[in-house]
């Protein structure tokens, strides 16, 4: 059975930083994609970044972009979500998400691509 286990959340003052940090488990080889999506209260879950684990290309969030950065741990199925120049807006409950088949480009942020989630950590931001 595979499980993703997020940590690193927190609550942190605007622009301050935070380091997610998911590891997948259960699964022999390694995950194609690893990513990252949030979801604030009262609005649909979104991707935020995602990279693909065999040539570490990565996806942003117009949202994000430059501000945070993802990455493969060195250990098989970990990722890390680098967080700097925290916004109030980016306050939410941040899940690790993996997938083991083939997703085309332009849909790695949709969360209807993965097949397997974490319950997630909380993010919250104050002004």
């Known amino acids: 059975q595979v499980q993703l286990v997020e940590s690193g959340g927190g609550s942190v003052q605007a622009g301050g930083s935070l380091r997610l940090a998911c590891q997948a488990s259960?699964?022999?080889?390694?995950?194609?994609?690893m990513g990252w999506f949030r979801q604030a209260p009262g609005k649909e879950r979104e991707g935020v970044a995602v990279?693909?684990?065999?040539?570490?290309?990565?996806s942003y969030a117009d949202t994000v972009r430059g501000r945070f950065t993802i990455s493969q741990g060195n250990a098989k199925n970990t990722v890390y979500l680098q967080m700097n120049s925290l916004k109030p807006e980016d306050t939410a409950m941040y899940y690790c998400?993996?997938?083991?088949?083939?997703?085309?480009?332009?849909?790695?942020?949709?969360?209807?691509?993965?097949?397997?989630w974490g319950q997630g950590t909380q993010v919250t931001v104050s002004s």
């Open positions: 998400a993996a997938n083991d088949r083939y997703i085309f480009a332009s849909n790695r942020l949709s969360t209807r691509r993965y097949r397997f």
């Open positions: 259960g699964y022999s080889d390694s995950m194609d994609y």
């Open positions: 990279i693909v684990t065999g040539d570490g290309s990565t």
